[in-house]
């Protein structure tokens, strides 16, 4: 994305793998998040930036959260929005990508945001020369999810530095604990991705079948063992676990998954005050956490999908809104910071 | 007959000589042939070996006409050298019985571009669970000796046991496609550090190698030959050295492919890298070039596997697995093989022409470049460098994987039998 550096020379200009984005690009995205969330403060939640653009949300996969999310974002900058989902479409009448691609380019839009259970399909779309508008991965396979780990990130950093104190800085130094299906997980993916271009401590806690081959490679610490790590995590994040996975031996049962690897208020106890519980969503409540943990005030949950839209928007008006301001109203002063700090007042410095 | 006089030939790499062809064989080889009544053709500088074999070819027809049929598929062969193709069993019907090789077989002997030699199917319809039979594909017009379920494992014991038993009354082999299917069920590409990023299934090495420990086992058990298609890991090299050390009637082959590319390729997530068995990794590469180099693989065969556009042309996981070969495996094993100093021409004929006829046991191929055997031949010109056109390929098909890849070597010149099916690279 935002011709960094590092990031993959074909995807320059789109929003494919977290992998791509430089500590700066992050940086940069997670700021202008900030500055979108102040616009969700305002009597009218919305930006001219992107006035006479479109958006298509090409949704192969179902996920209403996601492209409500994308949605919202969109119409907060005053893009035209068209949502295109994969049933009763062309689509499940046999069309190819391609020239379901072609089809929604060709009513002109200048952003795709494709959501697809093909591994690789929003990069395939990037870079095949199949259409020209910018391609926003809203979740591939199991391969990447990167507007979800720049809302986790967004999220880490507002309760852990603050929300005006963290403007211009990454995470260094965070222990980040995920916990689950990291096989299956592209949330896992990009946010080890992400989490590691940001500074951040990783460690990844499953059983060792939903670990992927040589996992011991990632820029991350593994461990198998949940009760041993809590203790030095400033957020653990769960993932969701499918209950089917059982039926292919990842694990045994429902309930000696939950005993070893789900979060219960007993283990919550262990981890230090200031620590967040986080999950990208949708819970399974009983699985993975117990209904008292999701709704404790350490969870980030429900804060994770408000803060979606705000990444969203930063990620749009970035690709998409050339060097126009985002915001016009000047930097908030001291005491605007003072203020807005206080909602996060008792979380928001590590101690 | 007519006479062509091949001029100043280095006959598998060696010195200089020229090749007289009379009619269908070869008439004299030595220096300074008379060249009165022949058509000369210059071959200064180039390399000629026995014309190519190749044991694994998918021709497509009958049934998949829109990605190859048998005279595109020979015409294809011709460009790359070969004067025989072993054509794969996998069609639409299915070649589990006399009446389908047969068809095919005589789809081949119409085209005339080169040789095809159907394989049977193991078991009907490749679902692994009635043998097919096997003896009136032998016994047909057709002369099957070698079957195969390419594209799927014949992963039953005791229907490989069967097979492998049963084939022995006709001196056939049972090539098998070694996929363990249960640890490769949703499997997209190689199994390891770059699938685990990439986010798609994973076909791990352990797949084929616990199918290949078995087969070797069961061939000594029961005395039979069993050859291993498209081998593809280090681990599997390791198994069937061991096998052959036991003096094992085991023979493998290994795809031009497997020999140059790696599964690093796959971050493109660009379907023509897509490939049953995958691309592995460098590690595997290197082992297989060695393997190939000491003998431990016996033979080279393209796995062509010819796919529509629009096949490739979609996301990742819904592309098509395969790649075609004909018209640029020699080329890949010169860059692989030859220029590494790993294999000499002789070597490239013996792993190309001479092996590959004798595990088909196809007479009249595969034979020394002298007087009085078949001129079945093939003409390189090893200093011609140039990056890959699939718009000149004959193939029906463009899935390749080298498209705008420099690679050593050209065919100039097939001949079938002492007729020109390629004559200065235009097919005759």
Same mark, same amino acid.
Request: net charge negative.
């Given at each position: 994305?935002?011709?960094?550096?590092?990031?993959?020379?074909?995807?320059?200009?789109?929003?494919?793998?977290?992998?791509?984005?430089?500590?700066?690009?992050?940086?940069?995205? =997670? +700021?202008?998040?900030?500055?979108?969330? !102040?616009?969700?403060? *305002?009597?009218?939640?919305?930006?001219?930036? /992107?006035? #006479? $653009?479109?958006?298509?949300?090409?949704?192969?996969?179902?996920?209403?959260?996601?492209?409500?999310?994308?949605?919202?974002?969109?119409?907060?900058?005053?893009?035209?929005?068209?949502?295109?989902?994969?049933?009763?479409?062309?689509?499940?009448?046999?069309?190819?990508?391609?020239?379901?691609?072609?089809?929604?380019?060709?009513?002109?839009?200048?952003?795709?945001?494709?959501?697809?259970?093909?591994?690789?399909?929003?990069?395939?779309?990037?870079?095949?020369?199949?259409?020209?508008?910018?391609?926003?991965?809203?979740?591939?396979?199991?391969?990447?999810?990167?507007?979800?780990?720049? =809302? +986790?990130?967004?999220?880490?950093?507002? !309760?852990?530095?603050? *929300?005006?104190?963290?403007?211009?800085?990454? /995470?260094? #130094? $965070?222990?980040?604990?995920?916990?689950?299906?990291?096989?299956?997980?592209?949330?896992?993916?990009?946010?080890?991705?992400?989490?590691?271009?940001?500074?951040?401590?990783?460690?990844?806690?499953?059983?060792?079948?939903?670990?992927?081959?040589?996992?011991?490679?990632?820029?991350?610490?593994?461990?198998?063992?949940?009760?041993?790590?809590?203790?030095?995590?400033?957020?653990?994040?769960?993932?969701?676990?499918?209950?089917?996975?059982?039926?292919?031996?990842?694990?045994?049962?429902?309930?000696?998954?939950?005993?070893?690897?789900?979060?219960?208020?007993?283990?919550?106890?262990?981890?230090?005050?200031?620590?967040?519980?986080?999950?990208?969503?949708?819970?399974?409540?009983?699985?993975?956490?117990?209904?008292?943990?999701?709704?404790?005030?350490?969870?980030?949950?429900?804060?994770?999908?408000?803060?979606?839209?705000?990444?969203?928007?930063?990620?749009?008006?970035?690709?998409?809104?050339?060097?126009?301001?985002?915001?016009?109203?000047?930097?908030?002063?001291?005491?605007?910071?003072?203020?807005?700090?206080?909602?996060?007042?008792?979380?928001?410095?590590?101690? | 007959?007519?006479?062509?006089?091949?001029?100043?030939?280095?006959?598998?790499?060696?010195?200089?000589?020229?090749?007289?062809?009379?009619?269908?064989?070869?008439?004299?080889?030595?220096?300074?042939?008379?060249?009165?009544?022949?058509?000369?053709?210059?071959?200064?500088?180039?390399?000629?070996?026995?014309?190519?074999?190749?044991?694994?070819?998918?021709?497509?027809?009958?049934?998949?006409?829109?990605?190859?049929?048998?005279?595109?598929?020979?015409?294809?062969?011709?460009?790359?050298?070969?004067?025989?193709?072993?054509?794969?069993?996998?069609?639409?019907?299915?070649?589990?019985?006399?009446?389908?090789?047969?068809?095919?077989?005589?789809?081949?002997?119409?085209?005339?571009?080169?040789?095809?030699?159907?394989?049977?199917?193991?078991?009907?319809?490749?679902?692994?669970?009635?043998?097919?039979?096997?003896?009136?594909?032998?016994?047909?017009?057709?002369?099957?000796?070698?079957?195969?379920?390419?594209?799927?494992?014949?992963?039953?014991?005791?229907?490989?046991?069967?097979?492998?038993?049963?084939?022995?009354?006709?001196d056939g082999v049972v090539a098998q496609h070694a996929q363990e299917p249960r640890l490769t069920e949703g499997a997209q590409m190689n199994e390891g550090l770059v699938s685990a990023e990439l986010g798609l299934g994973g076909w791990p090495a352990v797949a084929e190698e616990s199918i290949i420990a078995r087969d070797v086992l069961l061939a000594a058990h029961v005395d039979s030959r069993v050859h291993i298609c498209h081998l593809s890991t280090a681990g599997s090299v390791e198994i069937v050295?061991?096998?052959?050390?036991?003096?094992?009637?085991?023979?493998?082959?290994?795809?031009?492919?497997?020999?140059?590319?790696?599964?690093?390729?796959?971050?493109?997530?660009?379907?023509?890298?897509?490939?049953?068995?995958?691309?592995?990794?460098?590690?595997?590469?290197?082992?297989?070039?060695?393997?190939?180099?000491?003998?431990?693989?016996?033979?080279?065969?393209?796995?062509?596997?010819?796919?529509?556009?629009?096949?490739?042309?979609?996301?990742?996981?819904?592309?098509?697995?395969?790649?075609?070969?004909?018209?640029?495996?020699?080329?890949?094993?010169?860059?692989?093989?030859?220029?590494?100093?790993?294999?000499?021409?002789?070597?490239?004929?013996?792993?190309?022409?001479?092996?590959?006829?004798?595990?088909?046991?196809?007479?009249?191929?595969?034979?020394?470049?002298?007087?009085?055997?078949?001129?079945?031949?093939?003409?390189?010109?090893?200093?011609?460098?140039?990056?890959?056109?699939?718009?000149?390929?004959?193939?029906?098909?463009?899935?390749?994987?080298?498209?705008?890849?420099?690679?050593?070597?050209?065919?100039?010149?097939?001949?079938?039998?002492?007729?020109?099916?390629?004559?200065?690279?235009?097919?005759?």
């Amino acid at each position: 994305m935002l011709s960094s550096p590092g990031g993959h020379p074909q995807t320059t200009g789109h929003l494919i793998s977290a992998a791509d984005l430089s500590r700066d690009d992050a940086v940069l995205i =997670l +700021d202008t998040a900030e500055e979108m969330a !102040r616009v969700a403060d *305002r009597p009218i939640k919305k930006l001219p930036t /992107l006035r #006479g $653009r479109t958006v298509v949300n090409l949704f192969f996969e179902d996920s209403t959260r996601t492209r409500i999310s994308f949605e919202a974002a969109e119409k907060r900058l005053s893009a035209d929005v068209i949502n295109f989902t994969a049933k009763g479409s062309s689509v499940s009448k046999g069309e190819s990508l391609k020239d379901t691609a072609q089809t929604l380019e060709a009513m002109g839009v200048d952003a795709v945001v494709i959501r697809h259970s093909a591994s690789g399909a929003p990069f395939r779309l990037a870079t095949s020369g199949w259409i020209d508008a910018a391609v926003i991965n809203a979740g591939d396979g199991t391969h990447q999810h990167p507007t979800q780990a720049l =809302l +986790d990130a967004f999220t880490m950093r507002r !309760r852990l530095l603050g *929300r005006d104190a963290g403007l211009g800085r990454d /995470l260094a #130094g $965070r222990r980040i604990t995920l916990v689950g299906d990291v096989l299956h997980s592209r949330v896992a993916r990009s946010n080890v991705d992400l989490l590691h271009t940001l500074g951040a401590d990783v460690t990844l806690v499953a059983p060792p079948t939903l670990l992927p081959v040589g996992v011991e490679t990632w820029p991350c610490e593994v461990s198998y063992d949940l009760d041993r790590v809590l203790s030095k995590s400033d957020a653990v994040m769960m993932l969701r676990v499918q209950r089917e996975r059982m039926n292919a031996a990842f694990f045994p049962t429902e309930r000696e998954y939950s005993r070893r690897y789900g979060l219960d208020g007993d283990r919550m106890a262990k981890m230090p005050g200031h620590a967040l519980v986080m999950h990208p969503g949708p819970m399974v409540r009983g699985m993975e956490i117990t209904a008292d943990v999701a709704d404790s005030e350490r969870c980030t949950a429900v804060e994770q999908v408000a803060n979606g839209v705000s990444i969203r928007m930063a990620v749009l008006y970035l690709l998409l809104g050339g060097n126009e301001p985002a915001v016009t109203h000047t930097r908030p002063t001291a005491a605007e910071t003072g203020r807005a700090g206080t909602a996060y007042a008792e979380d928001s410095e590590e101690k | 007959m007519s006479k062509i006089l091949i001029r100043g030939a280095k006959v598998l790499g060696g010195e200089a000589q020229d090749v007289l062809i009379d009619g269908e064989t070869i008439a004299a080889v030595g220096t300074g042939l008379d060249a009165s009544g022949a058509q000369v053709v210059e071959a200064d500088g180039k390399v000629l070996l026995p014309g190519l074999v190749d044991l694994h070819t998918h021709l497509r027809e009958p049934g998949r006409e829109d990605s190859e049929t048998v005279l595109t598929g020979t015409k294809a062969a011709a460009r790359g050298g070969w004067t025989a193709v072993h054509a794969m069993a996998n069609t639409f019907p299915v070649a589990d019985t006399a009446g389908v090789v047969e068809q095919v077989w005589r789809l081949g002997k119409e085209s005339g571009y080169c040789d095809v030699q159907p394989i049977g199917a193991v078991t009907v319809g490749l679902e692994g669970k009635q043998l097919a039979e096997l003896g009136a594909m032998h016994d047909s017009a057709a002369g099957v000796r070698v079957f195969s379920d390419d594209g799927k494992c014949v992963d039953d014991a005791v229907i490989m046991r069967r097979a492998l038993e049963y084939v022995k009354a006709f001196d056939g082999v049972v090539a098998q496609h070694a996929q363990e299917p249960r640890l490769t069920e949703g499997a997209q590409m190689n199994e390891g550090l770059v699938s685990a990023e990439l986010g798609l299934g994973g076909w791990p090495a352990v797949a084929e190698e616990s199918i290949i420990a078995r087969d070797v086992l069961l061939a000594a058990h029961v005395d039979s030959r069993v050859h291993i298609c498209h081998l593809s890991t280090a681990g599997s090299v390791e198994i069937v050295r061991w096998a052959k050390s036991k003096g094992w009637n085991v023979t493998a082959e290994v795809t031009p492919h497997h020999l140059l590319l790696t599964d690093e390729l796959v971050r493109s997530y660009n379907p023509v890298y897509k490939v049953n068995p995958p691309l592995r990794t460098e590690a595997d590469v290197l082992a297989l070039r060695e393997a190939l180099a000491d003998g431990t693989i016996d033979i080279v065969a393209t796995d062509h596997a010819p796919h529509p556009r629009e096949d490739k042309d979609c996301e990742w996981a819904a592309a098509a697995m395969g790649m075609v070969g004909l018209e640029t495996a020699l080329s890949v094993v010169q860059a692989t093989m030859v220029e590494t100093g790993l294999l000499d021409w002789a070597g490239v004929a013996d792993r190309m022409s001479l092996a590959p006829a004798r595990i088909g046991r196809l007479a009249g191929h595969g034979r020394p470049v002298s007087a009085g055997e078949p001129a079945n031949l093939t003409l390189v010109d090893p200093a011609y460098r140039g990056a890959v056109d699939p718009a000149g390929f004959a193939s029906r098909s463009r899935n390749t994987p080298y498209e705008g890849r420099e690679l050593p070597g050209r065919v100039t010149h097939t001949f079938l039998r002492g007729r020109a099916t390629l004559m200065d690279g235009n097919l005759a």
